[in-house]
């Protein structure tokens, strides 16, 4: 199963500083990870400010990008302004050595593409530039694989789509959650304590087992339902669930309801 998740550009409104909202998006980031969050969709919803879009968007594509790469893609601006008290991710592409001697044939990394004496490179987190005869222009983001490693150095580029272990996420913006909803062909999960019990849709996690799925949250103020409205019921291949039945707390905060509901997601999909 392939998740995508869609969060609220509001999702911050329930933090009062910059460094909980930072704090809070660093959660957010490492959930995605440990469970392989394919994309993170940026809904616009009533409450949302364009200050928490831009810190949302901004840190959580800070924290995705490779240590190598991020003094280079993120100058300094207010938003990073608690870059220190991030957690890192260390996902696969994030642990890649510096040594060149030891890279191999086959290796796989994240670089940003470069001029330098009269020519394309590659800056690819090594003590040296790799040549890079592409297309892309300067600045951009690539993902390269080594066609041949120490002391040869050939590179060609891939799409994330050709590797083969988590590699990620991106992290996109929608106009509101109708529109992403519209333009989604695969299967839907709704999370709400208004939905039903998880234990009672067995058939329905068989059904999305191997296919790609986003999982929609409400905003810290206003659920599903009262974001969606009647819309909510004309969804096709979607289900609303309550994946923490019987809540003791009045509201499950977006963090905790994103940990719980993947984790259970992660189970119940296993074949």
Not at 46 to 51: D, E, F, I, K, M
Not at 79 to 97: D, F, M, N, R
Not at 165 to 179: C, F, I, M, P
Not at 235 to 242: A, D, E, G, R
Request: hydrophobic share 35%; proline share 4%; with cysteine.
């Amino acid at each position: 199963m392939k998740i995508s998740i869609a969060i609220p550009d509001s999702s911050l409104s329930d933090e009062s500083t910059q460094l909980d909202k930072s704090r809070k998006i660093s959660l957010i980031a490492r959930t995605c990870a440990i469970f392989q969050v394919q994309t993170i969709y940026l809904y616009h919803e009533s409450l949302g400010t364009t200050q928490d879009k831009s810190l949302l968007r901004t840190i959580l594509r800070y924290l995705e990008t490779p240590q190598y790469l991020r003094r280079t893609l993120f100058p300094k601006i207010s938003e990073l302004k608690y870059a220190g008290i991030l957690s890192p991710l260390k996902i696969p592409h994030h642990t890649y050595t510096s040594d060149s001697k030891k890279v191999k044939t086959g290796d796989i990394r994240e670089g940003i593409v470069f001029f330098a004496k009269g020519g394309k490179y590659v800056d690819v987190g090594l003590d040296k530039p790799i040549q890079y005869f592409g297309h892309e222009k300067e600045g951009r983001r690539i993902t390269v694989q080594f066609k041949a490693g120490f002391p040869e150095f050939s590179i060609k580029q891939i799409t994330r789509n050709e590797v083969q272990q988590y590699w990620g996420y991106e992290v996109k913006e929608s106009a509101n959650l109708r529109t992403l909803l519209s333009s989604w062909n695969s299967y839907v999960v709704l999370t709400s304590k208004k939905g039903k019990i998880i234990h009672r849709t067995q058939k329905f996690f068989e059904e999305i087992s191997n296919t790609s799925v986003l999982v929609v949250f409400g905003s810290p103020e206003r659920g599903i339902h009262e974001i969606l409205g009647n819309s909510i019921h004309g969804i096709p291949k979607s289900q609303i669930l309550n994946f923490f039945p019987e809540q003791a707390t009045e509201t499950v905060r977006l963090e905790e309801a994103m940990l719980g509901t993947l984790s259970i997601l992660n189970i119940l999909t296993r074949n």
